[in-house]
T-cell receptor, first 111, second 113 residues
Framework: DAKTTQPNSMESNEEEPVHLPCNHS???????IHWYRQLPSQGPEYVIH???SNVNNRMASLAIAEDRKSSTLILHRATLRDAAVYYCILRLLQGAQKLVFGQGTRLTINP | GAVVSQHPSWVICKSGTSVKIECRSL??????MFWYRQFPKQSLMLMATSNEGSKATYEQGVEKDKFLINHASLTLSTLTVTSAHPEDSSFYIC?????????FGPGTRLTVT
């Protein structure tokens, strides 16, 4: 499986944008970039995914580098409820491929 | 959106007993489900892939005789921790999904005393 590298922790202030980086230099052409987050004492939840183009949804935006070797999850206006561990994962879109979690980035939001 | 439920949400059991955890996909059919465990301050570790109507596939290092998985229907997978010991105390999470995304259950916190 292609590996991703994320900072262990990041800190931001409420109502400010947050940029969470992910490096995936060995990504293959068929790998989609997925982001999940896990709030304390809960199961992970899906945030966003993309292949080549930048993606937006109601939760976040995903900016993908042109060479696809890195990506950035953008929370446009962080709230206290966004404090969580964010995981960047590469996987195929189709099929029952297992989802393997790395260490993720623990995001702290200051009021 | 699609929902995955788990039952129970927490359980305390005595060492040597067995505990069954249920994972249900509430509004979709899941031929494949995944079981994870998570220790405090650590990431999720995939334990096994549960396949409806066939044997589960276990990750390396996971004892299949200790963690019994049954996927008897398209909406239910169960994980039984047999002869539980304190080191099995953990947060167990199941997952299911289809194209594009996975849905995760809320987790089951197991404490073995």
């Amino acid at each position: 499986d292609a590996k991703t590298t994320q900072p262990n922790s990041m800190e931001s202030n409420e109502e400010e944008p947050v940029h969470l980086p992910c490096n995936h230099s060995t990504i293959s052409g068929t790998d989609y970039i997925h982001w999940y987050r896990q709030l304390p004492s809960q199961g992970p939840e899906y945030v966003i995914h993309g292949l080549t183009s930048n993606v937006n949804n109601r939760m976040a935006s995903l900016a993908i580098a042109e060479d696809r070797k890195s990506s950035t999850l953008i929370l446009h206006r962080a709230t206290l409820r966004d404090a969580a561990v964010y995981y960047c994962i590469l996987r195929l879109l189709q099929g029952a491929q297992k989802l393997v979690f790395g260490q993720g980035t623990r995001l702290t939001i200051n009021p | 959106g699609a929902v995955v439920s788990q039952h129970p949400s927490w359980v305390i059991c005595k060492s040597g007993t067995s505990v069954k955890i249920e994972c249900r996909s509430l509004d979709f059919q899941a031929t494949t489900m995944f079981w994870y465990r998570q220790f405090p301050k650590q990431s999720l570790m995939l334990m096994a892939t549960s396949n409806e109507g066939s044997k589960a596939t276990y990750e390396q290092g996971v004892e299949k005789d200790k963690f019994l998985i049954n996927h008897a229907s398209l909406t239910l997978s169960t994980l039984t921790v047999t002869s539980a010991h304190p080191e099995d105390s953990s947060f167990y999470i199941c997952s299911a999904g289809f194209v594009g995304r996975r849905y995760f259950g809320p987790g089951t916190r197991l404490t073995v005393t």
